[in-house]
């Protein structure tokens, strides 16, 4: 078995950096060592089996399939860059407090309603016919406005993101005119 | 340095221009493809691993330093990728005598039959003896070999020294001697038949 410092000058030899001497000094060794020149025959076979090692290409599909995942980080990207501006944008942000307002209105103004409702019921306990129309009434038109209430809110939220200034003075008349309305009713009926 | 043209890509796709990016990917797919596949030994994992190496180079474009080449970065990230993965999972040898994979006929896109036979079985062969080496010598290897980088840009992609490098290259072709040799030996068709053919 050649040592360390044969060894090194083959390596030195294969990677075409071996001076004159050293060249000189291999020659000699590999012409005297069996074992040297049998180990240096071994490391040209590799030497020469590695440098003509054969490249795998890509297969066809995979740029296009690069290119679709690609496509879809950047659309990913863009939806969370639009959504963070989005709700960074301070006119946003109020028009949602002026919803929550108006919402928060509208639940004070039907409350009257609701206990109304509460009392006829009670009252009607005695006669389970009354009873069971009262409650139908009831039902429907706590439906009704829970219906109106999710319009509303879509429509709200629409006119946010398109025109958020004029979302905002919009909503904020939603609390003046039902307040005018039950003012109406209430003061002009009494 | 790297290629103007390149460069120009390399800015237009960080501006989000995705055709620029697929520029760079058909320009540089099969080197990526190549190293994950030396590297990895499968060939539907060499795509997973490509696939990702190139997305992580899409993410960290701004970062790339156009002074240095951008086939050596992007390689960079493709290699380090692959050791990740070798040293997620321990790779079950692939024996020489399995069947070729359908996915393996890659090499012979534009070859003849036989001769695409004759460069499928050689690249498997060679695989098979590649798959015996360490992690990082094989990296070494197929980087010297499949590449032609020097030492130090070895070096430089798996940073660490050239002396280290040369040491480990050194090393590794010992051990690929001895393969071939045991091979030989234990078999009578011998391994390194086949691959010197019209050599």
């Known amino acids: ?96 407090e002026v919803i929550a307002l108006s919402v928060l209105a509208v639940t004070v103004v039907t409350m009257p309603l609701l206990i109304s409702a509460s009392w006829m019921v009670i009252n009607a306990m005695a006669d389970p016919s009354l009873l069971t129309m009262v409650l139908q009434q009831v039902v429907g038109m706590m ?44 003061v002009e009926q009494a | 340095m790297t290629d103007p043209v390149i460069t120009q890509w390399v800015n237009a796709a960080i501006d989000g221009d995705q055709e620029a990016f697929a520029e760079i990917v058909y ?21 997973d691993a490509a696939q990702e190496a190139f997305l992580k180079a899409y993410g960290n474009l701004h970062r790339y330093d156009s002074e240095r080449s951008f086939k050596t970065w992007l390689l960079t990230i493709a290699s380090n990728h692959c050791i990740d993965r070798l040293r997620k999972r321990r790779m079950t040898t692939v024996s020489i005598d399995e069947p070729i994979p359908a996915t393996l006929s890659l090499a012979s896109r534009d070859l003849q039959p036989e001769q695409a036979a004759i460069q499928q079985e050689r690249s498997r062969r060679m695989q098979a003896l590649l798959e015996q080496l360490p992690e990082d010598y094989r990296l070494s290897v197929v980087l010297r070999y499949w590449y032609d980088y020097s030492y130090q840009e070895i070096a430089d992609i798996m940073n660490s020294t050239e002396s280290a490098i040369k040491s480990r290259l050194f090393r590794a072709r010992q051990m690929l001697a001895d393969k071939i040799d045991h091979s030989e030996r234990s078999s009578d068709s011998g391994l390194l038949n086949p691959l010197m053919e019209g050599m």
């Open chain 1, 1 to 96: 078995m050649p040592n360390e410092k044969h060894l090194r000058l083959m390596q030195e030899a294969l990677d075409g950096e071996l001076s004159p001497e050293g060249q000189q000094l291999l020659t000699t060794l590999l012409r005297t060592d069996g074992q040297s020149a049998l180990e240096y025959d071994k490391l040209q076979r590799v030497e020469t089996l590695l440098n003509s090692a054969p490249h795998e290409r890509a297969p066809r599909r995979l740029a296009a399939t690069i290119m679709a995942r690609v496509a879809a980080q950047m659309e990913a990207q863009t939806w969370v860059e639009t959504a963070a501006q989005t709700k960074s944008d301070p006119m946003v942000e109020m028009s949602k």
């Open chain 1, 143 to 186: 439906l009704l406005m829970l219906n109106m209430m999710l319009v509303f809110l879509e429509k709200a939220q629409s006119l946010i993101e398109s025109d958020p200034l004029t979302a905002a003075a919009l909503m904020s008349l939603i609390p003046v005119t039902l307040l005018s309305l039950v003012r109406y009713m209430f």
């Open chain 2, 27 to 47: 320009s540089f797919q099969d080197a990526v493809f190549n190293l994950c596949y030396r590297l990895l030994g499968d060939s539907a994992e060499a795509e």
